[in-house]
Nanobody, 122 residues
């Protein structure tokens, strides 16, 4: 069974850069046709998709976050990394990494990390 685990700081100061790592086991992030994704959930709100990275290294980001988002990978460690710059308190929430694939025209996610709480505060 594939496992995903998020790691990174739980507290980030406004204007700084948030960096989170997703470590994947029992599956390869270089597997074709998969979309390794970051998703977040602010308190009391719904899930918000952030972006993905594919086996080719190709990335795609939510238009609302594109200017501040970078997703990269370290294939030797089977990890992919989220960087979100210039954070504000509105970036507070639970951050998840997930494995996605196409179901028809839409993405669906069959495996999720447990999520990690990120709070942006001075």
């Amino acid at each position: 069974q594939v496992h995903l685990q998020e790691s990174g700081p739980g507290l980030v100061k406004p204007s700084q850069t948030l960096s989170l790592t997703c470590t994947v086991s029992d599956a390869s992030i270089t597997t074709n046709y998969l979309y390794w994704s970051w998703i977040r959930q602010p308190p009391g709100k719904g899930l918000e998709w952030i972006g993905y990275i594919r086996a080719s290294g190709n990335t795609y980001y939510s238009p609302s976050l594109k200017s501040r988002t970078s997703i990269s990978r370290d294939t030797s460690k089977n990890e992919f990394i989220l960087q979100l710059t210039s954070v504000t308190p509105e970036d507070t929430g639970v951050y998840y990494c997930a494995r996605g694939g196409h179901h028809g025209a839409a993405l669906s996610f069959d495996s999720w990390g447990q999520g990690t709480q990120v709070t942006v505060s001075s």
